[in-house]
Nanobody
């Protein structure tokens, strides 16, 4: 069963950038649609972006034009490039299969604040 480990979070100023990485273990990453999700303080977890096995991408409206999801199947890694960050992007970010996620990892904290 594929599992994911997220990294790359941290503190960024409004307007800044961060790049998140998600390494998959258990094999078969290339077979799956993979997504980034986030859970902000006091909020439910939400889908942020997804990428198909052939690289077709989709985004929630609130991050369109600012975030870019990509994948490197040879490295079993999915990325999320986040630009023009806003305070409302503050959340714990997770990656997982879509639409049927496996168990959740620890995620990586992203805090956007001046």
């Amino acid at each position: 069963q594929v599992q994911f480990v997220e990294s790359g979070g941290g503190l960024a100023q409004p307007g800044g950038s961060l790049r998140l990485s998600c390494v998959a273990s258990g094999g078969g990453l290339r077979l799956y649609v993979v997504a980034w999700y986030r859970q902000g303080p006091g909020k439910q977890r939400e889908l942020v972006a997804a990428i198909s096995s052939v690289g077709i991408t989709s985004y929630v409206d609130t991050v369109k034009g600012r975030f870019a999801i990509s994948r490197d199947n040879a490295k079993n890694t999915v990325y999320l490039q986040m630009n023009s960050l806003k305070p409302e992007d503050t959340a714990v970010y997770y990656c997982n299969k879509y639409p049927t996620p496996n168990g959740w990892g620890q995620g990586t904290q992203v805090t956007v604040s001046s």
